[in-house]
């Protein structure tokens, strides 16, 4: 069993920067593919980064590319995602999720958190 607690979301201005932080508890964690994925009201939950347990593979949605982060400490059980250049469209509840697979599919995460708001004003 795995558990994720999202933090560090917020209001921010377009063209500030926020760091989110996703802690993992249980004893299989460092194993998982780690994935960050967003949600904005009326829309479908996106892929938004993924990294597997070692960081030697990651992928970004082509719309955060440039701008996101993502990145892991295995020996504090945290992913991190960090948001630059924020525009207002990447206003969303952000969730991170852990999965066996490698891929950017919601469905294929097995574990996720309750998710941490992010808006970006204009």
């Known amino acids: 069993q795995v558990q994720l607690v999202e933090s560090g979301g917020g209001l921010v201005q377009a063209g500030g920067s926020l760091r989110l932080s996703c802690a993992g508890s249980?004893?299989?964690?460092?194993?998982?593919?780690m994935g960050w994925f967003r949600q904005a009201p009326g829309k479908e939950r996106e892929f938004v980064a993924a990294?597997?347990?070692?960081?030697?593979?990651?992928d970004y949605a082509d719309s955060v590319r440039g701008r996101f982060t993502i990145s892991r400490d295995t020996a504090k059980n945290m992913v991190y995602l960090q948001l630059n250049s924020l525009k207002p469209e990447d206003t969303a509840v952000y969730y991170c999720?852990?999965?066996?697979?490698?891929?950017?599919?919601?469905?294929?995460?097995?574990?996720w958190g309750q998710g941490t708001q992010v808006t970006v004003s204009s």
């Open positions: 999720a852990a999965g066996t697979g490698w891929t950017i599919l919601a469905g294929e995460y097995d574990y």
């Open positions: 249980g004893r299989t964690f460092r194993r998982y593919v």
């Open positions: 990294i597997t347990w070692s960081g030697g593979s990651i």
